[in-house]
């Protein structure tokens, strides 16, 4: 690891919209800035097929609105790819340094936008057959299985999308949930009914087999205690996320029972210059109220350095 090679204002931790955003608004406010990111892109949002939802797009993919986001940062900040932030540290004299994988960097500010990732059913030969029948990502892995029998496990907005994104491709898709209905929004259920994906009610399961690859699951009813083999080729996981929130506690930001961090409604934490923004905060998980976040956080950012 290299020394302190340089110091800035702000230093944006996470590459997703809240990150993004929060770097658009830095730097038209003139503060020098960079954004870390710890993969080649900005993780969990390149894996949402279509949004509908997005304003002022009818119809875009994560990966697409990602890239645009992107350029449109990078006009204002540099961003620096495969830059995992290791440590986050505010020291006597009230600055902060961050240690990343590559260097130490100095900074007034700090705002955590790490994102979540991925809850896991932590069932048997879940972690055994990862890349080869267990799927996170229906965008990534989805092309792999036209004409293939999968299964989607969950009952919110992600499993409903994965479901009706894996049936455009040529899938055979069944849903497994453990309750008698759905989360989802209405709108996502109502072209779930109009794809014609059947659904297997009050069923988790319970064990994940094969040899090679994925080639059955075991389901158990939870109202029957019944249990029963079904065949499949592939198993996608969409039951939620759990936030990155292990550097911003390690620094001392507090968090709730779930991890999730804690910040007022100008996305301050409880320390002074640490703030948060996007799925790292909990709440309502959408593109918009993340980006929202990362504007006001870095406009608190600013507001907070000169007052």
Known sequence: MKDVVEEF?????????????????????GMKTIILEMMIGAG???????????????????????????????????????????????????????????????????????????????????????????????TCDGPLYPEKDVVVIGGGNAAVQESIYLKSLGCNVKIIHRRNKLRAEKYLQEKLEESNIPIIWDSIVEQINGDKNVDNVILRNVKTEKTN?????????????????KVAQNAGVEVDDHGYVNTDKFQRTNIPGLYA???????????????????????SAYNDTID
């Open 9 to 29: 204002d702000l230093i944006i931790v996470g590459g997703g919209p809240a990150g993004l955003t929060a770097g658009i608004y830095a730097g038209r406010q």
């Open 44 to 138: 969990s949002g390149y894996m949402v097929p279509l949004m509908e939802n997005y304003p002022g797009f009818n119809l875009i993919s994560g990966k697409d609105l990602l890239e645009k986001m992107r350029k449109q940062a990078e006009k204002r900040v540099p961003i620096a790819n495969m830059e995992e932030v290791k440590e986050i540290i505010k020291n006597d004299l009230g600055h902060v340094i961050v240690k990343t994988s590559n260097c130490t960097y100095k900074t007034k500010s700090v705002i955590i936008s790490t994102g979540s990732r991925h809850r896991r059913l932590k069932v048997p030969g879940e972690v055994d057959f990862v890349g080869r029948g267990v799927c996170y990502c229906a």
């Open 229 to 245: 083999k079904l065949s499949i080729d592939g198993i996608f996981i969409a039951i939620g996320e759990e936030p990155l929130s």
């Open 277 to 299: 923004a996007g799925d790292i905060t909990g709440g309502i998980k959408q593109w918009v109220v993340a980006c929202a976040e990362g504007a006001v956080a870095a406009i």
